[in-house]
């Protein structure tokens, strides 16, 4: 009988309520049938029993017969309290039944996804996402159960979010405070110099034109530092819009941007290889993005290098991947964990940077679902590998 209710019941709401109501009307048919013919039987009983006191043709029941027959008081009670019983059973087992199969359908349909869905919008509300709120049923509650998990799920993913977008800017500012300091020291230094000498005439002109140059570029990496801070933050906002293009197009920019770089370094030779069934080969790809990648690895690897960069671009597993190596001394293990993390640099001095090159090629490579890799060549020099989902 369970397996038959749950059966009928499987789907969704509308035709397990179908189930439940046609099953309430087949014990409510059953037990009236079974009402009647015992109230008949009893009918025909006092009948029987008192049928002879009256004329022999008086076979059935007849109200008016009955007020006739001197029937005993008692036997007279017990025949109206079956026509009685007998008439409003129907309705008595309507009602039992009626409720008795809200009870159950409310209990097998509604009760556990609401008690389900009461406590994880409590716990959410509390914000504790770690409750499920899956509920196998294959009908309506089951598909609102996966709507409120959905939710949930959609709010630790939006957590998750927020979580690295808090680590990130504490890192940055954790980065600004560190970095800000150093140019700061450095221009009190020289400023309490002046103030303690130049009164006293013990500080040349010539000393203190050097120690104004001095402050001055120290101003310049501040100004610096305030543009990448901006740069970086603006390229959450920023989005791939790859387009199908030959491999010829990016090659082209490449070539361009690599004469720029031998024009400004003329002391490094900047060599670059693309792969020969590369050319001619239309791939999806974001040029703009690809070219800023290229532009910081190439800028960040001419700081480095002594006398050449390769640029080396190849297609492995549906990424195009660009290397860029140098003959410099390569990555210490500080470098190779810290590197790409905003405004470090290896670089110590007046012409240290605030690491913005490598950070913002991360950034840029997983904006095209790509990444960035840093190693150590086994012949010396340093290798960054962008890659990019084509």
Known sequence: MKSFIKKMSAGSLKKSLYAYILIGVVIVAFLYGITVIFCNNWEDLIIRKNLYMYHPRITLLDIDGIKEMDLPRSDYWRLMLVVIYRGISVFLYSSVVIYIVASRFYKDKIQEPLRLMTLVT??????NLSYSCRYESGDEMAHICGLVDDLRLALIDNEK????AHNQQKDINGAFAHDLRTP?????GYLEMMEMYV?????SQEKVMENIRLMKSQINRLREFSTTMNSIQSLDE???KPKMQTIGVLNESMVVLIKGFQHTFPGIDFELEIDDNLMGKELTYDEDIIMEVVENLLSNGSSFARKIIWTHVKLEDDYLKIYVKDDGPGFNQEDLYQASRAYYSSRKGEDSHFGIGLTVAKILCMKHKGNLSLENSIHGGAIVCASFKI
């Open 161 to 164: 979010e927020l979580w690295e």
């Open 122 to 127: 409590a716990k959410i509300k509390n914000h």
């Open 238 to 240: 920023l989005t791939a």
């Open 199 to 203: 009164p006293e005439g013990r500080l």
């Open 184 to 188: 700061l020291t450095v221009m009190e």
